[in-house]
């Protein structure tokens, strides 16, 4: 049902995105991979570039895709009630577009800072010396310094604009059961009770969440109780999984704020409590992220596409049951997959980085993955004649 | 008279379909023989052919896929409901080959489980969409917009036969991917295999031929009716003269004939499809134009797809250039 009523609109953003990263993307990851002693510097690097833009043609489309059904916009309605585009630019332009695609963009950033850091701050605890990990640790810190305060403005300007489009949503985030004339509390933890409709055993901050969200302490505050009950989002995963995602990213910073302070002291390779707490905050993106799509996601309920179509009429002619199966055996199978792959992953990431070290284990086929020309010609030219002397 | 864009668009996602099924279809073949050859050393030989190409192949079904959702998003909505299972298992089956190909080649004591995840992985994936190919034919019930059928419409003698004949057909295109590619032990077992494949997939694409028109008058109209019968008589005449070619082309132990006259078999397979199915594409439901987007979507989407098509098709045949000629054991290619 679904995606006949909205395919016309988010179709073609979801067919702009195969297209592009079909293209960028895998046409040219295969170069990325291939190494750099087959293309040479330069290539390699121009390689690597058009991967990350292409990542981000993917990103932008996919991101307005998820903000058209957020914020719709530039639509009409047709007599077989599909949604239609009516105007392109602002289809794709909807108004939480920018928001969050930046709020996006920078989490993904983020967490590889995070994970980088954390393998580079694994091998300095092994051996401070290693000038590989000192670079690796030293760019992700820099980055987590930069990146996160521009990452809580940008969360802070999104938040803003979903209190203009989505009121709902940061009521439940919020945890306000009730509407405060006079100044809500920012509510800093607490627990919900859907019964009760109250948050129990609130710490709370008076008057924060007003000076927060409408920059005046005395900002009158709307709360769930101007909302139809069949209209409001589930409070209790909205409230806690905004938290989950906050808390981390406060810990993002506080990490980044050790690391300069670290770096101004000169100390930064030299503080093994430093790395430790980078090696624990390494997962710390894979879970914020989850946590902030949680909260959107969840917020948004119970709509698919904002304030027009309900996700119970979204819903195709497919039994319970057979959902029900599916979902299990993708859980399965993502387990199995991701666990061996994980299995790998750690195991590269537990070796310590060398200088020249090979792209490729000898055994390992050449993938290509679409080429570009230069490259490919390369592979097939230099590759055997030479018994493998392009290989290490 | 204004462009004909669900038209256009039909022919557009047909090309994508039938990029994927003549790509997709030879590596999924090499992963269906997979188990049939021992030996580590070949089996490396075998996943090395097709390891440059195989995620470039599988592109295709997501841009398939991604189109239907696109431009004929009605007929998304129901044949998705419709086909739920077979689908479901295809993605798993996909989800597992492709991971072979990575993690294989990280482990010795794990190799066999990732080689079973490559032949089970890849026979799972053929025989589901062999499974969807048949319900399709078979028609698909529509009340108002939405799939009327039930849980188990997939699930018949017809589209068991479509399944058995798609694995049978894509491990003929895989032998004859592996007679071109590669040479000495790997070449003959696959030459071997290819010579009962070969005839064994004649007689299930002549079986399905002939059940078809009987499920459907539809298709017994199309097929038989004067005049279309002038158009749709070189289709057999023509599946006639690639048998011919195959079959010879394994007896004189020729290299790249078998292959390509089991592509040229699929091709006609898929022109044969598309006469049933014109101009339908939800099988005797609906057609091209009533589950068309709206227009602006449609042009929408048609400036991108006419630049980077073109674009995706020129790479992706100069990568089969340069990997021309045959594999060899280490894994480099040599002319």
């Known amino acids: 049902m679904f995606s006949d009523k909205v395919g016309p609109v988010i179709g073609p953003l979801m067919g702009y995105e195969v297209l592009s990263a079909f293209f960028l993307e895998a046409g040219f990851l295969g170069v990325m991979l291939f190494g750099r002693e087959r293309v040479g510097e330069k290539l390699h690097f121009l390689a690597t570039l058009i991967v990350a833009i292409g990542t981000l043609f993917s990103a932008f489309w996919i991101l307005s895709a998820n903000s058209w059904m957020q914020t719709p916009a530039g639509y009409g309605v047709n007599a077989a009630g599909q949604f239609t585009p009516v105007d392109w630019w602002a289809v794709i332009f909807n108004p939480s577009f920018p928001y969050r695609l930046t709020h996006m963009v920078l989490a993904a950033y983020l967490t590889t800072a995070f994970v980088v850091g954390a393998v580079g701050a694994w091998h300095l605890l092994r051996d401070r010396k290693n000038p590989a990990a000192r670079v690796m640790f030293s760019m992700a810190m820099w980055m987590t310094v930069l990146v996160t305060p521009l990452q809580i403005a940008a969360g802070d300007a999104h938040g803003l604009n979903t209190l203009e489009h989505q009121p709902a949503k940061v009521m439940a985030m919020e945890g306000h059961y009730q509407s405060h004339p006079h100044g809500a509390p920012l509510i800093l933890f607490g627990v919900p009770n859907s019964v009760g409709r109250r948050i129990d055993f609130a710490v709370e901050v008076p008057k924060l969440s007003s000076l927060i969200l409408k920059h005046d302490l005395n900002a009158p505050l709307a709360g769930l109780d101007t909302i139809p009950l069949d209209r409001q989002p589930p409070v209790a995963i909205v409230f806690w999984s905004f938290r989950i995602m906050v808390g981390l990213g406060v810990a993002m910073l506080g990490l980044g704020l050790c690391s300069l302070w670290a770096r101004l002291r000169r100390r930064l390779y030299d503080a093994p409590w430093l790395h430790r707490a980078a090696v624990a905050m390494g997962p710390a993106g894979f879970a914020a992220v989850p946590a902030g799509w949680l909260t959107t996601e969840a917020g948004r309920q119970p709509y698919t596409v904002y304030g027009l179509l309900t996700t119970a009429r979204s819903v195709s002619p497919i039994a319970a049951t057979a959902v029900g199966a599916s979902l299990i055996a993708f859980i399965v199978v993502y387990f199995t997959l991701f666990g061996a792959g994980a299995f790998y992953i750690l195991r590269l990431m537990n070796t310590p980085p060398r200088p020249h070290e090979p792209e490729l284990s000898p055994d390992e086929p050449i993938r290509a993955g679409g080429l570009l020309p230069a490259m490919a010609m390369d592979a097939a030219g230099a590759l055997s004649p030479t018994d493998g002397g392009a290989r290490p | ?335």
């Open chain 2, 1 to 335: 008279m204004t462009v004909n864009l669900p038209f256009i668009w039909a022919g557009l996602i047909a090309f994508a379909v039938l990029a994927y099924v003549i790509l997709d279809g030879f590596d999924l073949g090499v992963g269906i023989i997979f188990p049939f050859l021992k030996g580590e050393a070949h089996r490396d030989e075998m996943m090395n052919s097709v390891a440059p190409v195989w995620d470039g192949n599988e592109t295709w079904l997501v841009m398939g896929g991604g189109g239907l959702m696109a431009v004929f998003p009605l007929a998304f909505a129901i044949i998705m409901p419709a086909l739920y299972a077979p689908i479901i298992v295809m993605l798993l089956g996909l989800i597992f080959r492709g991971v072979a190909f990575e993690f294989r080649w990280k482990t010795r004591r794990g190799q066999f489980l990732w080689d079973w995840a490559f032949a089970g992985g890849s026979t799972a994936a053929a025989f589901a969409q062999g499974i969807a190919l048949g319900a399709l034919v078979q028609g698909i019930p529509v009340a108002g917009r939405a799939y009327a059928g039930g849980w188990w419409d997939w699930l018949t003698p017809f589209s068991l036969l479509t399944g058995r004949a798609l694995v049978v057909g894509y491990a003929l295109l895989g032998a004859g991917w592996l007679i071109w590619k590669t040479e000495h032990h790997v070449q003959d077992r696959a030459r071997a295999m290819a010579l009962w494949l070969a005839p064994a997939t004649l007689a299930l694409i002549g079986v399905v031929s002939v059940w078809t028109p009987f499920l459907n008058a539809a298709y017994w109209r199309r097929w038989f009716a004067w005049p279309n019968v002038l158009l749709t008589a070189p289709v057999p005449f023509l599946v006639g003269v690639a048998a011919v070619v195959l079959m010879r082309g394994l007896i004189k132990r020729r290299e790249a004939s078998p292959f390509l006259a089991s592509q040229a078999l699929f091709v006609l397979c898929f022109v044969g499809l598309g006469v049933s199915f014109y101009p339908h594409i939800v099988p005797n439901s609906v057609t091209i134009w009533q589950a068309a987007a709206p227009a602006r979507s449609l042009a929408f989407l048609l400036v991108g797809a006419s630049v980077l098509i073109p674009l995706i098709l020129a790479y992706t045949a100069y990568s089969y250039w340069v990997f021309r000629g045959k594999v060899n054991v280490a894994g480099g290619y040599h002319r």
